[in-house]
């Protein structure tokens, strides 16, 4: 089954833990990309990623950051965490970067105290 | 900045009946728009989209219009059901570059009276 698989769904820790949140995708998708998703402020970009080694930061990028070893991973990283990173988080691939529709993953729920 | 935007935050609707959520964009140079769903608890689910050289797009129930002298984008849900009950959200694609990136509209929650 294609899909988009996120781990973990659901995390809660404390400010200063370094925490990674893995993305994975099994259709050959060549860009990958984070989002937050907060109320009232919609779905926002954190980062990008164009191709293996290849990412760019979205509108969000503050505190976070992601690498592309391989093709079908994409992880999140948040070195040290803070309260206001407190969010539900989707991450997104996509065929090509030229505009195909993205297919979400079911989110991670975050919670830092 | 250039975003994207939605006219009314909730719509309630009774089932059977059609369903309009509208948009609206203020990037002139967007030439691609999505629409997407989002049920309580599951990521963003694609259900049409339309490209800026169309002005209508039709799928199964589901129809996109886009204006662009306006830059109006509206979903129409015809026979609306209970399943239909989600938050939508529209987003826009700029053209004329290599970088990708999807703006999303705030979203709009569609309410399904029985």
């Known amino acids: 089954e294609a899909q988009v698989t996120q781990n973990p769904r659901y995390l809660i820790t404390v400010t200063g833990k370094k925490l990674t949140v893995t993305c994975s995708q099994n259709m050959n998708h060549e860009y990958m990309s984070w989002y937050r998703q907060d109320p009232g402020l919609g779905l926002r970009q954190i980062y990008y990623?164009?191709?293996?080694?290849?990412?760019d930061k979205g509108d969000v990028p503050e505190g976070y950051k992601v690498s592309r070893k391989e093709k079908r991973n994409f992880p999140l990283i948040l070195e040290s965490p803070s309260p206001n990173q407190t969010s539900l988080y989707f991450c997104?691939?996509?065929?090509?970067?030229?505009?195909?529709?993205?297919?979400f993953g079911p989110g991670t729920r975050l919670l830092v105290l | 900045g250039e975003s994207v935007g939605l006219h009314l935050p909730t719509l309630s609707v009774q089932e059977g009946d059609n369903s309009i959520i509208n948009c609206a964009y203020s990037n002139s140079a967007s030439d691609y728009f999505i629409w997407y769903k989002q049920e309580s608890g599951k990521g963003p689910q694609f259900i049409i989209d339309?490209?800026?050289?169309?002005d209508k797009r039709q799928g199964q129930r589901v129809t996109v219009l886009l204006n662009k002298t306006v830059k109006h984008l509206s979903l129409q849900i015809a026979a609306t059901q209970p399943g239909d009950s989600a938050v939508y959200f529209c987003?826009?694609?700029?053209?004329?570059?290599?970088?990708?990136?999807?703006?999303f509209g705030k979203g709009t929650l569609l309410t399904v009276n029985p």
């Open positions: 990623s164009m191709n293996v080694e290849v990412t």
């Open positions: 987003a826009e694609i700029p053209g004329g570059g290599s970088n990708y990136k999807l703006t």
């Open positions: 339309i490209r800026s050289n169309m």
């Open positions: 997104a691939s996509s065929l090509r970067s030229d505009g195909e529709t993205q297919y």
